[in-house]
């Protein structure tokens, strides 16, 4: 058990040595979601003006999709990483080791936690500076477990298609499946004035309890009712995604 | 020459065909963004000073078909880093392939997408509803426009290859994309953005290419929006040219 704590430390630190030591390739995961922010708020931003909107602020209204959208990216990019890895042979070297494969896994998608801290603070810090309501104590807790969470989420689904396809050419695909995820939600506007296909889709997209989750504490109050629905979401999505890359990772090489 | 970039334009082609990782970002996604903001943000036609179109399903498609093509020039790039890695370009370098054909292969390519691309959403277009006001000539005009579009953003995707020479890095610019996009006209009507984007839509080529290609979509083929889209087009081709033809000499004298 220890060794297999101090293996899963190990693999989460080299992944953020990652981050250190090639600056550049994390720079655009660190600062995109903070870019969709501002750019959407901008771009969208006139759709408070539309009846029935609610007169909310409209980067507030955003702002849990861009939360999200770290968690995604940093979910994708641990994918890519893992699909390098693969590509290079240092995968295969891991998998020879005596070190139970869902430890080796863990590694990998736990990482993920940690690194969306970095996305994460950049975009809360440049959203206050730009008018981000503040979500208030409780609020802030949420973001800073269910974020996380959902990195985790995302990475998994990024290790079981890295491991499908052994190829960083999948990033793409990680990416683009995570970020519909994302967006097949009441992301722009509230479920009333979506066409109605898309609010019947957000309406079962369990990613939209998770912004509705967050979402409560940017323009309202956090509430029991909001937030348990979401930390449920996240869990299950969590189970049935690792479910998805620790069978990844069992059939490598067999 | 010739014959060598027709050759590697076609193994291009072929590899983009055989990797569903690849062909699904350029056609998927952006198909799947229409979706959402069509659905998304279709109450905003009902905004004063949004222009009189048909649905807001013909206002987006040019947005989807540039972001498309963006997204086509990154996914060459990536493939192009990818055979940096894997050592090809290394062996065609060794070959008696004309260098320029390298880079050039790549990007017939790229274009080839484009004229893919351009079928696939006005297609997707037509049977969702939407219609092209100029007719025959605007749909000649958008399957002129598109392709050159792909062309002039794979020159990024090039240079960016050329010049990290690995994947994950040119697959990081990915996300940026979006941005390019989001700060241009290319979804929302430049009246209409709020600040910083409007000031920026009014000098980001992707405007002016975006607008050129909806323009017969919504209303008639105008030559000066057909003019401020070449013009679009021409920029970011001579600033991806540039960069790559730099990039190529850095790689060359590495090497």
Redesign the interface.
């Known amino acids: 058990m220890t060794q297999s704590i101090a293996v899963t430390g190990a693999l989460m630190r080299r992944a953020l040595n990652e981050v250190v030591r090639v600056p550049g390739a994390a720079v655009p995961g660190v600062v995109a979601p903070t870019i969709f922010l501002l750019g959407l708020t901008a771009a969208f931003g006139k759709l408070t003006e539309v009846r029935g909107f609610g007169g909310e602020d409209y980067i507030s209204f955003l702002a849990p999709v861009t939360l999200l959208q770290c968690a995604g990216f940093t979910g994708a990019a641990t994918g890519v990483n893992l699909a390098r890895d693969i590509e290079q042979g240092w995968f295969d070297r891991l998998l020879v080791a005596p070190t139970p494969r869902v430890v080796l896994l863990g590694g990998v998608v736990l990482s993920a936690a940690l690194r969306v801290l970095l996305p994460l603070g950049f975009l809360l810090t440049m959203g206050f500076a730009f008018g981000l309501n503040f979500p208030g104590v409780d609020g802030m807790l949420l973001v800073l477990i269910l974020v996380p969470a959902y990195a985790v989420v995302a990475a998994c689904w990024g290790a079981s298609i890295a491991l499908r396809f052994r190829t960083q050419a999948a990033g793409p695909l990680i990416q683009s499946v995570m970020f519909m995820f994302i967006l097949f939600t009441a992301s722009y506007a509230p479920l009333a004035l979506l066409a109605p296909w898309l609010e019947a889709v957000a309406r079962v997209n369990p990613v939209n309890q998770v912004i509705e989750g967050l979402r409560s504490g940017f323009v309202a109050e956090v509430s029991w009712h909001e937030t348990w629905p979401a930390l449920l979401t996240v869990l299950g999505m969590g189970l049935f995604f690792g479910a998805l890359a620790l069978r990844g990772v069992r059939r490598t090489g067999q | 020459m010739t014959a060598a970039v027709v050759a590697l334009a076609r193994r291009s082609i072929r590899q983009t065909f055989r990797?569903?990782?690849?062909i699904?970002?350029i056609l998927?996604?952006p198909t799947?963004?229409l979706?959402?903001?069509?659905?998304?943000?279709?109450?905003?036609q009902?905004?004063p000073g949004f222009p009189d179109v048909d649905g807001f399903l013909d206002f987006e498609l040019a947005g989807a078909m540039m972001q498309a093509s963006m997204?086509a020039g990154i996914?060459g790039g990536?493939?192009l880093a990818?055979d940096i890695e894997m050592g090809f370009i290394d062996r065609l370098l060794a070959a008696p392939v004309p260098r320029p054909a390298i880079v050039l292969g790549r990007l017939g390519a790229t274009g080839a997408m484009g004229v893919l691309l351009s079928a696939w959403f006005l297609a997707l277009g037509f049977v969702f509803g939407a219609s092209v006001h100029a007719g025959v000539a605007g749909v000649l005009l958008i399957a002129v426009l598109v392709p050159l579009a792909a062309l002039a953003f794979g020159t990024v995707g090039t240079a960016l290859a050329l010049w990290a020479g690995?994947?994950?890095?040119v697959?990081?610019?990915?996300?940026?994309v979006?941005?390019v996009v989001?700060?241009s006209s290319a979804?929302?009507p430049r009246e209409?953005?709020?600040?910083?984007?409007?000031s920026i839509a009014d000098y980001n080529p992707m405007s002016f290419i975006a607008e050129a290609v909806r323009d017969p979509i919504i209303g008639s083929i105008t030559a000066t929006e057909t003019l401020k889209g070449l013009l679009g087009i021409a920029i970011v081709g001579a600033i991806g040219t540039a960069l790559s033809s730099l990039a190529l000499r850095h790689r060359l004298r590495a090497t």
């Open positions: 990797r569903p990782q690849f699904a970002p998927l996604m799947l963004f979706a959402v903001n069509t659905g998304g943000a279709d109450s905003a009902t905004l997204l996914t990536i493939a990818i690995r994947a994950s890095v697959q990081s610019v990915f996300p940026l979006f941005v989001f700060m979804f929302f209409l953005l709020s600040e910083p984007a409007n």
